[in-house]
Structures are given as structure tokens and as C-alpha cells.
């Protein structure tokens, strides 16, 4: 039994409608659709507007995928027929396009592509996606970007990608340097506090680190493929790729099977940055790929940091131009996340402390202020953190809430409250990220 048949006698393949009204398409679905642009030789933008402003190129409620293909294979020839009436061949088919003769060819493109499906049918699965620009689920963040891609695959859950969880991109050289490691380790464990999404590319050195301490900090990875969902390059990173398909997410404009290409890398880089607020060079050579992202982010509008290094070391010459150009240095973590703060600033996105963390006590280990006075322990909470403020004022919220747990047990819920409550009655002011006594 070929693929499409499989497809066609499991009812989780047919195509339902959506729970909002523009009954997004599901992952075979959006394949075809990828591979009918290419064989048409038009953009997939034009056919995800078509999808978007025509209701009846959209699929029918329980309309089997075979049926669909082939309606929406016969409207987009009518939809172009004016223009492919001028044209001599009809794209790589070759073939001749009258009016009359429309039908034919959509069934003729129609089986060509079939074939195409079906000697890739093991990438058929359940365990990949496809989502179109205009519908809810797409990272809204890529929509802002010039080139923004028309349609993207992903692997795993891209639910933190369209809420309002921010995105930090680090890259860097292949070659990472004991040096790069540690600058990824001190922030990836500090940011560990925090609600953020950190992109980077799978690739060799600072992208595989970022990647690996980002799943030891239990924040949500997001690797962006220079090639299909369905492969993994390098492949020695297969494994690490799968832990974030579980936790995160693994995003491609290309189709599944497709393996990396030299062209696929710098479309790739622009992803990385599109996704994100602000975009760290780690380490970086001369004429390192991590500069083209760097140029992305930009041209984006999004921030860029750049790791001052050595003056004589290699992998940090491509950095310290940048600073030389005009890019902010990385000096701390502080000092990032108050760059990212600012990013979020005037926007739906923010930066938010964890209510969970590895640091918190557990329940039946904590100070219940309910089974004691609970305006007592807010009170004493407040004199704790006004002390430590008088000490060293000017502190952020990590930083805080670390030297007052050192006294005490303190629930991380319970502190945020004590600040906001301090805020508000003027015992203390926000300024950046920092909190001073007023």
C-alpha cells in the first residue's frame, strides 16, 4: 500500500476543519502544497494567500487529502491561467497549457507529485507540523522580518514561540574556545530564573553548547534547521536534537527529507534571528557564518551583542570588529538581560521570572504562612529585603531573592508578591532591571 493510500484509511490524516475559521492545513497537506510551488515554479507566498483569501481552496470538513490535492492542484492553474496561457512550456512538466487541457495537467501534476510523497513516505509522520503565515500558531515575531518565510515545518511544540515569552539567539564559532563556553554557561545558568526562548542553529561549538546547558537550565530550546525536520545535520547531534524536539522545538522552511545545502545555511541564520529580540555573537573569525546573522539581525531591527575577546585571538576578531563598528558589548549577564528587557519594551512580549525553579524549596518544605501569622511573614519578608537593599542597593530580582533566601527558606511565589506589594506602597522603585530603596 503506497504512502498516500496509508494516508487516505486513517481518518487522523483526513483533512477537519480547524477550530477557527481558516481550517489550517495539516503537515501532508502543507508538503503538497510546498512541492506544488516548486513544481509551478511560483513562490509559496502566493499560493498561502491564495489559501488565506479564497474559502473554497480551502480543504472541506473531513475532505480526504487525495480529493483536496487534486481540487486545489485544478484551482491554482484556473487562478494562473492567464498568466500560463503566455507562457510556452508549463514549468518542468514541459507541457503544453491550454484552457481546455487544465484538468489534465492537474491531474498530471497532481500524480507527478504523489510520486515525490510517496518515495519519501517514511518522513510521512504524525511527530511533524506545518503552519502557514496567517495563522495564529506562526512565531509572529518571523512575520515582522523582511523574507519572511510564506510557511515553516517544525518537530515538537512552538507554543512558547506565540505567546509572550521572549527569544534570546546565541551563535558563534564552530571552534568554540574553553573561553566561549564559559561566557554561554554563566548566562544560560543565570537566565535559568527566567521565562525565555533560546535559539540557536545545532551546529558545531557555540550553538551545541548554548544548546545543551538551555536543556540543563530547563529553559525552552528552539533549533532552526539548515534542513528538513525530517534529517539532522551534523549528525552527531541527533540525540541532542530529539531532547529538544521534547522540550522545545526544531523549525525548517525546507521540505522534511531535504539534507543541508551551503545555500540552506545563511537562509537559516535569518530565522535565528527572526525569532528572537536580541541575538548574541559568542566567538567569532573574520569572515565567521555567525557575522551573517549578526547582519540579519540588523537589518531585522533586533539587538545585537557581541563577546569582546582578545585583540590576538582568532575566533574573537570577528567580535571585537563589531564593537569596533558600533555593536554593544557583552559585559555580563546584567547586563543582557537589560538589553532584552528593553527590547520588550512597548511590546506584548515580557520578561518574566519563573514561578517554579530549581532553587525553590518544596512544598512540604517551605514556610506555610498560613499555618503561622501572614502578615507576619510578609512583614518580616519586607524588613529582609529592605535590609539587604541598604546593604547593596541596586540589586535585580536574581540577585535579591538569593541573598534573602540565604536567611530563610522563601518561596520564589511568595517573594514576587512582597515586591509588587513593596512597589506599590512606594518602599521600593523599579528602575531597568534593578531595584533600589526610595
Not at 526562548?197 to 528552539?222: E, F, K, M, Q, W
Not at 501572614?374 to 546593604?391: G, S
Request: include cysteine; charge should be neutral; aromatic fraction near 10%.
Amino acid at each position: 500500500m503506497n504512502a498516500l493510500n496509508v494516508i487516505n484509511s486513517n481518518p487522523d490524516w483526513n483533512l477537519q476543519a480547524a477550530a477557527d475559521e481558516l481550517h489550517c492545513l495539516n503537515f501532508v497537506a502543507g508538503t503538497y502544497l510546498c512541492l506544488l510551488a516548486q513544481v509551478l515554479q511560483i513562490s509559496r507566498r502566493n499560493l498561502t494567500i491564495l489559501i488565506k483569501n479564497c474559502p473554497d481552496m480551502r480543504p472541506a470538513k473531513a475532505e480526504l487529502l487525495q480529493n483536496w490535492c487534486l481540487r486545489f492542484t485544478d484551482s491554482v492553474l484556473l487562478y494562473y491561467e492567464a498568466e500560463w496561457q503566455k507562457r510556452a512550456t508549463f514549468s518542468r512538466l514541459n507541457l503544453l497549457y491550454k484552457a481546455k487541457e487544465r484538468f489534465a495537467a492537474a491531474e498530471t501534476i497532481f500524480h507527478y507529485i504523489i510520486r515525490i510523497l510517496n518515495n519519501n513516505s517514511s518522513y510521512l509522520t504524525a511527530d511533524l507540523h506545518f503552519v502557514m503565515d496567517f495563522e495564529p500558531t506562526f512565531p509572529p515575531l518571523l512575520k515582522e522580518i523582511s523574507a519572511a518565510p510564506a510557511c515553516i515545518f517544525y518537530a515538537g511544540n512552538i507554543t512558547s514561540l506565540h505567546s509572550t515569552v521572549p527569544g534570546l539567539a546565541i551563535v558563534g564559532s564552530r571552534k568554540m574556545t574553553p573561553y566561549g563556553e564559559r561566557v554561554i554557561k554563566e548566562l544560560i545558568t543565570y537566565l535559568s530564573f527566567y521565562k525565555i526562548n533560546i535559539v540557536s542553529g545545532l551546529a558545531y561549538g557555540c550553538d551545541i553548547t548554548a544548546h545543551r546547558y538551555t536543556l540543563a537550565a530547563n529553559l525552552t530550546p528552539i533549533a532552526v534547521l539548515p534542513n528538513g525536520c525530517g534529517e539532522c545535520y551534523p549528525v552527531k547531534h541527533r540525540d541532542i536534537l530529539q531532547e529538544i524536539i521534547l522540550r522545545g522545538a526544531a523549525i525548517s522552511e525546507f521540505l522534511p527529507w531535504e539534507k543541508a545545502k551551503p545555500q540552506y545555511f545563511a537562509a537559516r541564520n535569518r530565522l535565528i534571528s527572526g525569532l528572537c529580540q536580541v541575538t548574541l555573537i559568542v566567538e567569532a573569525a573574520k569572515s565567521s557564518g555567525s557575522l551573517i546573522t549578526a547582519n540579519f539581525a540588523s537589518d531585522q531591527g533586533r539587538e545585537v551583542l557581541a563577546v569582546p575577546g582578545a585583540v590576538n585571538q582568532a575566533f574573537s576578531c570577528g567580535c571585537n570588529n563589531l564593537i569596533a563598528e558600533g555593536c554593544p558589548p557583552y559585559l555580563s549577564p546584567e547586563s543582557l538581560l537589560e538589553h532584552l528587557q528593553a527590547s520588550c519594551r512597548y511590546t506584548s512580549y515580557k520578561l518574566e521570572m519563573k514561578i517554579q525553579n530549581k532553587i525553590v524549596v518544596e512544598p512540604q518544605e517551605k514556610n506555610a504562612p498560613a499555618e503561622a501569622d501572614e502578615k507576619l511573614f510578609a512583614d518580616k519578608l519586607a524588613a529582609e529585603i529592605q535590609q539587604k537593599l541598604q546593604l547593596n542597593n541596586g540589586m535585580v530580582q536574581e540577585e535579591l531573592y538569593r541573598v534573602c533566601s540565604q536567611a530563610q527558606k522563601i518561596n520564589l511565589e511568595d517573594f514576587l508578591i512582597t515586591l509588587e506589594k513593596m512597589k506599590l506602597t512606594g518602599k521600593i522603585k523599579m528602575t531597568g532591571l534593578r531595584y533600589y530603596l526610595t
